[in-house]
């Protein structure tokens, strides 16, 4: 099992920046593609950026490319989002999901992540 833990969300004005960090535990995931999700209430899940094992193959919601940064830390287990020129429609609370074995072509659906952490909000006013 893997218990994955969000930090970093607050409240920020249009034009700000946030990081947000998911440290894992229970088991390494270097091994593991991980992901960053966001969710407003009433709508689907939606993905925002992942990356693939070992830190290779990011890929990004066009919403979000040029502005956000997925990175991670094999070291310290640990997957990052470096959020700038955020927007108030950024708004949302942020999900961490993490896969053992996932194919390329489902890499973007949430239904393909086996761990969740528990969110971090993150809301940003005009």
Not at 34 to 49: C, D, N, T, Y
Request: include cysteine; glycine fraction near 10%.
């Amino acid at each position: 099992q893997v218990q994955l833990v969000e930090s970093g969300g607050g409240s920020v004005q249009a034009g700000g920046s946030l990081r947000l960090s998911c440290v894992a535990s229970g088991r390494t995931v270097s091994c593991y593609a991980m992901a960053w999700f966001r969710q407003v209430p009433g709508k689907e899940r939606e993905f925002v950026a992942v990356s693939r094992p070992s830190g290779g193959n990011l890929w990004y919601a066009d919403s979000v490319k040029g502005r956000f940064t997925i990175s991670r830390d094999n070291a310290k287990n640990t997957l990052y989002l470096q959020m700038n020129s955020l927007m108030p429609e950024d708004t949302a609370v942020y999900y961490c999901a993490a896969d053992p074995s996932i194919i390329q072509s489902s890499l973007k659906r949430s239904e393909a992540y086996a761990y969740w952490g528990q969110g971090t909000q993150v809301s940003v006013s005009s």
